[in-house]
C-alpha cells in the first residue's frame, strides 16, 4: 500500500479513517493517529463525526491542483540532493545521477 492510496481516498470525497483503513487493509487506530497529526498541521480537516477531508492548504500540494506546489517541491529535492554530494563532486570530478522522469512518479 503506498501513501498514495490513502490520499486518493481522501481525496474522492470525505471520509473516515476506519473506512480508509478497512480498504487498504491498515491498522485503524495507527491511520487514526497519523490523520489527526496532519490535522494539527493544518494539511487536513476533521470534522465532529471524525469525518477527514483536504484543507485549501493542502490541496496544493495535489498534482490535481491548478496551482500544484509539487514541481517545486521536487526541484527542491534535487538541489539538496545535487548539494549534499558536493564533496563528492568536488573530490572526484563527476557530477550528481541524473534523474529521469519515472524518477517522480505519476
Known amino acids: 500500500m503506498s501513501p498514495r492510496a490513502a490520499k486518493s481516498e481522501i481525496q474522492q470525497g470525505m471520509t473516515k479513517a476506519a473506512i480508509i483503513a478497512e480498504k487498504l487493509d491498515l491498522d485503524a487506530r495507527a491511520l487514526t493517529c497519523v490523520l489527526d497529526c496532519l490535522v494539527t498541521f493544518g494539511l487536513l480537516g476533521k470534522t465532529e463525526e471524525d ?14 491542483h491548478g ?7 521536487f526541484h527542491i529535492n534535487d538541489l539538496w540532493d545535487c548539494w549534499s554530494d558536493l564533496t563528492e563532486v568536488v573530490v572526484k570530478g563527476t557530477g550528481p545521477e541524473e534523474k529521469t522522469s519515472e524518477d517522480y512518479g505519476p
Open 67 to 73: 496551482a500544484s506546489s509539487r514541481p517545486m517541491l
Open 51 to 64: 469525518i477527514y477531508s483536504f484543507t485549501e492548504e493542502s490541496a496544493t500540494f495535489s498534482s490535481e
